[in-house]
């Protein structure tokens, strides 16, 4: 089947490293992602990890990908009162990547 | 310059009525896609076209009929509107062909009243 879970929630002091969780279920994934969608806005791209990768480093963002345990996370170091959002995970299935499933979503909220 | 635009941003509609929401991009991507996303923020795929050609169509009501006249629009026609058909719709675009990267419109907001 496909699947895609998070936890629904995550608050971090600002400065602090958030760590955001996904398992998905299809082992037939191309791409995995994760989108950012601020208040009341679309979803913006954040990064992504081509399935046969394990780690990937942009700026802020590691993404790291266990295949194996099918679990994908999401780590934003010096997180910052920017960072509020919600964050989902995706992944494309099939070779022409035609579906892309959505976990649900996790609020990430800032304390400072 | 928008990659990808939906038309209108807020829809608020009666209860019975037919409806569409265009969605055109500008990318030249053969993927187009329509996504409906909940009170609770879940995302979930409805269509999906290839090349003008319907390749997904979920567990979707028949009054929901998307039409795609080329390969840059994808429309979504909705009859007879339900309460439950509120939520933001979500169009997207992607190169296929294990593509990187999903581009969003900003979603139309539908109520039904």
């Known amino acids: 089947g496909e699947d895609v879970e998070q936890s629904l929630f995550l608050s971090v002091r600002e400065g602090d490293s958030s760590v955001i969780n996904c398992t998905y279920t299809?082992?037939?994934?191309?791409?995995l992602y994760w989108y950012k969608q601020e208040p009341g806005a679309g979803l913006q791209l954040l990064t992504y990890?081509?399935?046969?990768?394990d780690m990937k480093q942009d700026q802020r963002l590691t993404v790291l990908l266990n295949k194996k345990d099918k679990h994908l996370s999401l780590r934003i170091a010096d997180t910052q009162t920017g960072d509020s959002a919600i964050y989902f995970c995706?992944?494309?299935?099939?070779?022409?990547?035609?579906?892309?499933?959505f976990g649900s979503g996790t609020r990430l909220s800032i304390r400072p | 310059d928008t990659a990808v635009s939906q038309t209108p941003k807020y829809l608020v509609t009666q209860m019975g009525n037919d409806k569409s929401i265009k969605c055109e991009q500008n990318?030249?991507?053969?993927?187009m896609y329509w996504y409906k996303q909940d009170s609770k923020k879940f995302l979930k795929i409805m269509f999906s076209?290839?090349?003008?050609?319907?390749?997904i169509n979920e567990t979707v009501p028949n009054r929901f009929s998307p039409k795609s006249p080329d390969k840059a629009h994808l429309n979504l026609h909705i009859n007879s509107l339900e309460l439950g058909d509120s939520a933001v719709y979500f169009c997207?675009?992607?190169?296929?062909?294990?593509?990187?990267?999903?581009?969003f419109g900003q979603g139309t907001r539908l109520t039904v009243v």
């Open positions: 997207a675009s992607s190169q296929g062909q294990g593509s990187t990267e999903a581009f």
């Open positions: 299809d082992s037939s994934s191309t791409y």
């Open positions: 990890i081509f399935s046969n990768m």
């Open positions: 995706a992944e494309s299935i099939g070779s022409s990547a035609s579906k892309i499933i």
């Open positions: 990318l030249g991507h053969d993927t």
């Open positions: 076209y290839n090349n003008k050609e319907l390749i």
